[in-house]
């Protein structure tokens, strides 16, 4: 039976507090988790991970977590749910459901490279995490990040007109997300941009010169990407594996 971070898993009963015989056994290490089987192994992740040029490294992982020790998210920001050995365990093992959980968590990755500094094996660490990001989200086992709802966004505002209407770059993207009404921070911050020149929107947008030349050459290698980046992922099922 796999072992996964219990501090992790949900629902786990703790004893907190458990003195027996004058002695404290409260703790972690008396809990216990279900013996699980493992019917449906799905090694699609870890596959489609090493494929990848980011992921290549991630076979050289052998768990030692001096990437997660290390990492400033889980140490110095107590963020103790981002934890790249545990993310890499669960993408070797086909755990795709539980790192579900972790879809969201993965993209606060801030790229500082001090666990690829400090692995002793060579694993491009940052770059993994990511890849097992991108699987999670183009296999659709979870869904997109706002951060990549709002690379969507940006892309389809700017192959509007190939110049960005801020404006209405914002204002897509906070509908979307279900905001109507900007905050004022934000309505500041328009104003600011409207009163230096700086917002091109409604009868101010410009558009780039050739723009219905360029346009369909950017669209195809757009698509060539995407289709490049989802070659080799599996065909949209119900994750498998986790507690
Ligand atoms: S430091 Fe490297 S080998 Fe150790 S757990 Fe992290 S990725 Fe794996
Ligand atoms: S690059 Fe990401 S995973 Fe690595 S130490 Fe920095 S925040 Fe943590």
Same mark, same amino acid.
């Given at each position: 039976?796999?072992?996964?971070e219990?501090?992790?898993? @949900? ?63 889980h ?70 990040? =706002?951060?990549?709802?709002f690379? @969507? ?6 192959? @509007? ?8 770059l ?12 900007? /905050? ?7 104003l600011?941009l ?6 091109? /929107? ?12 360029l ?18 992922? =599996? ?7 986790g507690?």
């Open positions: 039976m796999p072992i996964v219990k501090s992790l898993v @949900e629902g786990l009963q703790r004893t907190e507090t458990l003195e027996v015989e004058g002695i404290d056994v409260s703790g972690d290490w008396n809990t216990f988790i279900a013996s699980r089987v493992h019917t449906d192994l799905d090694l699609s992740i870890v596959d489609w991970v090493r494929g990848q040029p980011q992921g290549t490294t991630i076979d050289r992982c052998w768990q030692c977590g001096t990437c997660t020790a290390g990492c400033c998210l140490t110095d920001y107590g963020l103790e749910e981002f934890n790249p050995r545990y993310f890499i365990y669960l993408a070797q093992l086909g755990f795709e459901k539980e790192l579900a959980r972790y879809a969201q968590t993965v993209w606060r990755c801030v790229s500082c490279n001090k666990c690829v500094e400090r692995c002793p094996k060579g694993v491009k660490v940052e770059e993994v995490v990511h890849s097992i990001g991108t699987y999670l989200e183009l296999s659709g086992t979870a869904p997109k990040s =706002p951060a990549d709802r690379d @969507e966004a940006y892309t389809r505002n700017l192959l @509007e007109r190939g110049i960005l209407d801020e404006a209405g914002f204002q897509a993207f906070e509908a979307g997300e279900g905001r109507t009404l900007p /905050t004022r921070e934000k309505l500041r911050m328009g600011k409207l009163f230096s020149g700086r917002l091109h /929107t409604g009868p101010l947008a410009k558009r780039t010169r050739g723009w219905g030349r346009r369909p050459v950017l669209e195809r290698m757009l698509a060539e990407d995407l289709a490049g980046r989802r070659r080799g992922l =599996p065909s949209r099922r119900p994750p498998t594996g507690p």
